[in-house]
């Protein structure tokens, strides 16, 4: 196992360390009244990446709150779990999730459209679904552009790689193009899967004394901040943040498939989460804000496979095939033999505590201390409801009136 020697470097930051960070003025002073001090550079890190429109909506989740979101064959709500679920009869339910990976796939479109892929499916199976089939919708700038060439070639065969690597087909897609789409393509990607419904599982931290797992892959340096560069404009500079782009393993993550569906059976799971945006921070603030309980982390315990690497790399880290699971406990050996058998980590790194507080510790020294809410949707992550104005394109629309479309009775003169 990798370990570090390095000294941690976690000095206390200010407004000019957080706005190099992508937050604003408000936004630190908000974050010094929730922890009642100044923050440091790992803690702020954390709600960077957090508190970042790619985790946190605060631009958008507004406007997607005014979306429906309830219904009599739904399982779960929009937002409350990994992935939508809805009841499609004979004691089955369909988990489906859509994912965008439009500003890694702007600078790195095969790693970047792989990773979406990789995403999606990993939040689809930490819910008990199989994924079944996967399905796209892509929008490009100008075809005739040489750019938007090289961008739909690397996006397309990431999808495909992927996809046909961990042996789900792509059945369906669409594309469009337009010059609005030049500088930043959006690479959507979607995840469908099959499961009893009574053998689903949540994305939540519960039950004091439970041990935490991390199981997968090991953890790089490869995406760290990614959430934040996602959150960014694309500039000419932007390829200078390609460590923000993760890196997949279609075949990793199919024996992390296996894995985990094989201790869903077990009925020793509490809760499990994805590693995705965040890594860390994020799997271990959600689930545990949903379930209203804390946890005490230790990271050096964190399989790596980069050497010295930081606090805060490790608590950011957005390595590929990664999950959090929380575990009855007592049946720690249990899980632990099964995901041996698959050749994958498994390794516990914390435990859950009554007192809903997050706390970091690396080689005994405590590196971050947050309150479990402080970094979420719905928590201490604001939200803002921007000035805005109705497009022309939108008022023509809304002037049309499909029942005014006269009916065809003659299909030869159509």
Request: hydrophobic share 40%; proline share 4%.
């Amino acid at each position: 196992m990798i370990t570090t020697t390095q000294k941690i470097q976690n000095p206390l930051t200010d407004k000019n360390v957080a706005k190099q960070l992508g937050l604003l003025e408000e936004e630190f002073d908000r974050i010094v009244e929730i922890l009642g001090r100044v923050p440091n550079f790992t803690e702020l890190s954390m709600f960077s990446v957090m508190w970042s429109e790619h985790c946190s909506y605060k631009n958008s989740l507004y406007w997607l709150k005014q979306l429906p979101k309830e219904g009599k064959h739904l399982l779960a709500k929009a937002g409350e779990e990994n992935a939508g679920l809805v009841d499609i009869g004979d004691n089955l339910a369909c988990a489906f999730k859509i994912e965008s990976h439009n500003h890694p796939s702007a600078i790195e479109p095969y790693q970047g459209a792989a990773t979406g892929v990789g995403g999606i499916n990993r939040d689809i199976f930490t819910m008990g679904a199989r994924p079944i089939a996967q399905l796209n919708s892509l929008r490009f700038g100008n075809i005739a552009d040489k750019k938007t060439q090289w961008l739909i070639k690397g996006v397309v065969k990431g999808i495909g790689d992927y996809g046909n690597a961990f042996g789900v087909p792509t059945v369906a897609g669409e594309v469009f193009f337009d010059e609005s789409f030049s500088t930043n393509p959006l690479v959507n990607a979607m995840s469908v899967g099959i499961v009893e419904k009574n053998k689903t599982v949540r994305a939540i931290s519960e039950g004091e004394g439970n041990p935490v797992f991390i199981v997968g892959s090991a953890t790089g340096k490869d995406g760290i901040h990614g959430a934040a560069f996602a959150s960014k404009d694309i500039t000419k500079n932007s390829a200078e943040d390609l460590p923000a782009v993760q890196v997949g393993d279609p075949f990793q993550e199919k024996l992390l498939l296996e894995a985990t569906l094989e201790i869903i059976e077990t009925g020793a799971v509490v809760g499990m989460q994805d590693m995705g945006a965040a890594g860390i921070t994020c799997s271990t603030s959600e689930m545990s804000a949903k379930g209203n309980h804390g946890m005490i982390v230790w990271l050096d315990k964190v399989p790596l496979r980069q050497p010295d690497m930081q606090p805060f790399e490790i608590l950011l880290s957005e390595s590929q095939e990664r999950m959090l699971v929380v575990v009855k406990k007592g049946r720690e050996e249990e899980v632990k033999k099964i995901f041996e058998k698959w050749d994958l980590n498994c390794v516990q790194i914390g435990v859950v505590t009554k007192e809903p507080i997050l706390r970091y510790y690396f080689y005994d020294e405590l590196v971050a201390e947050v309150p479990a809410d402080a970094l979420v949707v719905g928590g201490g992550a604001p939200v803002y409801i921007r000035e805005y104005k109705e497009a022309e394109y939108y008022k023509l629309n809304k002037q049309f009136d499909i029942h005014q479309v006269p009916d065809i009775k003659d299909k030869e003169e159509f």
